[in-house]
């Protein structure tokens, strides 16, 4: 049972950093279209990574100190 509820949790995290990439990815195109910036889909998944890793670092849970 432990086993599920663990495919469980990672298959919802996994779908939310898929969801969290596409919205960061939309974004950053939608930025360089209006300014007509050439896009780049690495550059922006490379922006999306730094984001993840400064919200992991600087954001945590008021829990963990």
């Known amino acids: 049972m432990k086993i599920i509820a663990f495919i469980t949790y990672m298959v919802a995290?996994?779908?939310?950093?898929?969801i969290s990439w596409a919205i960061t990815v939309g974004v950053l195109w939608g930025i360089a279209w209006c300014f007509?910036?050439?896009?780049?889909?690495k550059i922006a998944t490379g922006i999306w990574i730094v984001i993840c890793l400064v919200r992991a670092m600087f954001f945590r849970k008021s829990g963990d100190k």
Request: charged residues 0%.
């Open 13 to 18: 995290v996994a779908i939310g950093y898929a």
């Open 36 to 41: 007509s910036i050439p896009f780049s889909l």
